[in-house]
């Protein structure tokens, strides 16, 4: 059974950080990209960041570009996702998500390409 557990969603200032992680177990984490995702209430979700199984290859949404930062420990099955000068608009339930990869470097923003999802965290920026 694939597992993805996301963890270290919370309440969080405008302007402050948040650290996600994602923990996988039930695949071979390493042959999978890995992205996050987000919803937010009444709204559609919408991606945030994907990492190639690699790392080397990384994608950004442009509402989070160097603001965000997504990560990934092949040896720990985790990925993680780094947000900074966090934004009102950042408030929705995050997602980690993996999609099976033939080559080390494939990623994608698709939600369709993606095979396996967790069960969210809540973020929540208050002004």
């Known amino acids: 059974q694939v597992l993805l557990v996301e963890s270290g969603g919370g309440l969080v200032q405008a302007g402050g950080s948040l650290r996600l992680s994602c923990a996988a177990s039930?695949?071979?984490?390493?042959?999978?990209?890995m992205g996050w995702f987000r919803q937010a209430p009444g709204k559609e979700r919408e991606f945030v960041a994907a990492?190639?199984?690699?790392?080397?290859?990384?994608y950004y949404a442009d509402s989070v570009k160097g603001r965000f930062t997504i990560s990934r420990d092949n040896a720990k099955n985790t990925v993680y996702l780094q947000m900074n000068s966090l934004k009102l608009e950042d408030t929705a339930n995050y997602y980690c998500?993996?999609?099976?990869?033939?080559?080390?470097?494939?990623?994608?923003?698709?939600?369709?390409?993606?095979?396996?999802w967790g069960q969210g965290t809540q973020v929540t920026v208050s002004s």
């Open positions: 039930g695949l071979t984490f390493s042959s999978h990209a």
């Open positions: 998500a993996a999609a099976f990869a033939l080559g080390g470097s494939y990623y994608t923003s698709r939600d369709v390409d993606y095979n396996y």
């Open positions: 990492i190639s199984r690699n790392g080397y290859r990384i």
